[in-house]
């Protein structure tokens, strides 16, 4: 490499977005790739990764480990539900966990996971200790997915104040060649096929350098059996949970339950306050009345993205009543999603809505519409 080509460029390499957040962006676009529902991250620092993978959907599981307490502590309340969260329940479940302790000891309660991070880890494990990260990895926790991210040590001569190591407590920093043959070595004993990619360009002309951040992103070739998870000897956990969030969901029957009384008010709610207007239109002139029955129906339905309404489901008023049938409640979208049969419907809202004497309709009075007017 030419010297005073490389000096100038040891001036002005400052990747955008910084390096850290182009390695957390990898992993998001993995993630929204291969849609995995437990994530464990080792070596998960300040949960800073963490954070961000909790807004992807498809988890449900999340894991953080570091040897070092402190550090996950600095901001792990980030990791706990918002009032939002409680006030709209997430159709998925979610927990998050933060374990104490090292990737150098099996702990079962890392079994399962469809996706383990270790970014920028292993050049801060002690010789003995990543002796001892495949079998713990690759051999013991075994997911479908691992990625590996690591400083590239041939990028070094064109960063700007980098000595031996880029950081104090780098252990090593690897060449292109050095990491990939240990990460096709990890592969080959473990099953596993591995590619090779990165982060943080190169300038042009100076390719061959190679990323910034090497990464290894491995796939388990053979599926686990469930044979060979469960004979795993039962043994002891040597991780200390040090935080636990379950974030509240509409798997949970009480939240569920909220959501979809809410839901049955709201919707009975627009119904009877159509109905009315409808009424207040047509009068009470007995051959103009049906239009605010059956017909009426029409205009609210778009609004609300009503399923198909058939006859027999039509609100009606008697008396100072409005009755809304339970069947149209259900035909509304949200709800017929929420309780997914009338069954659970009925069971959900029984106690908790007042409902005509035979159990088929909400009632909601007229009385309050009156008054205000
Ligand atoms: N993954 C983080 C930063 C990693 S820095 C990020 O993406 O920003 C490396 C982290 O590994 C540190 O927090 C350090 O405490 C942790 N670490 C070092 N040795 C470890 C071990 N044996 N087991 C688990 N974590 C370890």
Redesign the pocket.
């Known amino acids: 490499m030419d010297k005073n080509f490389q000096e100038e460029f040891t001036q002005i390499i400052k990747f955008e977005p910084p390096l ?1 957040k182009q ?2 962006q990898f992993v998001k676009d993995l993630v929204e790739k291969y849609k995995p529902k437990k994530v464990a ?5 300040d949960c ?2 963490l954070w961000m993978l909790k807004f992807c959907s498809c988890i449900e599981v999340l894991a953080g ?4 307490a402190d ?1 996950m502590k600095e901001k792990m309340h980030r990791l706990s539900p918002l009032p939002v969260d409680y006030l709209q329940p997430s159709e998925r479940s979610l927990t998050v966990t933060l374990h104490h ?4 000891h099996k702990d079962p309660c890392m079994l399962g996971f469809d996706l383990v991070t270790c ?3 292993i050049e ?2 002690e010789e003995s ?1 990543l002796k001892k990260f495949p079998e713990v990895v690759f051999g013991f926790m075994a997911p479908s997915i691992v990625v590996i991210s690591t400083p590239n040590s041939e990028f070094n001569s064109l960063l700007p104040r980098v000595m031996l190591y880029r950081h104090p407590d780098h252990k090593f920093e690897w060449s292109q060649a050095q990491f990939q043959s240990w990460a096709l070595e990890t592969a080959r004993c473990y099953d596993y096929s591995v590619e090779f990619t990165g982060v943080g360009h190169p300038p042009t002309g100076m390719e061959k350098v190679g990323f910034c951040t090497q990464i290894g992103v491995f796939f388990r070739k053979y599926p686990q059996t469930g044979e060979s998870v469960q004979s795993e000897e039962p043994m002891e956990g040597v991780y200390k949970t040090v935080f636990k969030a379950v974030y509240p969901s509409l798997k949970d029957e009480k939240y569920l339950q909220n959501a979809v009384i809410s839901e049955v008010i709201f919707t009975a709610q627009i119904i009877k306050y159509r109905l009315m207007s409808k009424r207040e239109e047509y009068g009470d002139d007995p051959e103009r009345k049906s239009k605010f029955q059956p017909s009426g129906m029409d205009c609210f339905s778009d609004c609300l993205g009503k399923l198909v309404v058939e006859k027999n489901m039509e609100p009606f008023i008697s008396g100072n009543e409005v009755y809304i049938p339970l069947t149209t409640i259900f035909s509304f979208p949200k709800v017929n999603r929420l309780c997914g049969t009338f069954e659970k419907l009925c069971k959900l809202i029984a106690g908790k809505v007042t409902l005509s004497s035979d159990g088929s309709a909400v009632m909601l009075s007229i009385e309050h519409e009156n008054e205000e007017n």
Not at 41 to 45: E, H, P, R, S, T
Not at 65 to 68: H, K, M, R, V
């Open positions: 850290y390695r957390h991250d080792l070596g998960c620092a800073s990764l480990l570091d040897i070092c550090v302790g090292s990737v150098a970014i920028e880890l801060h494990l200790e």
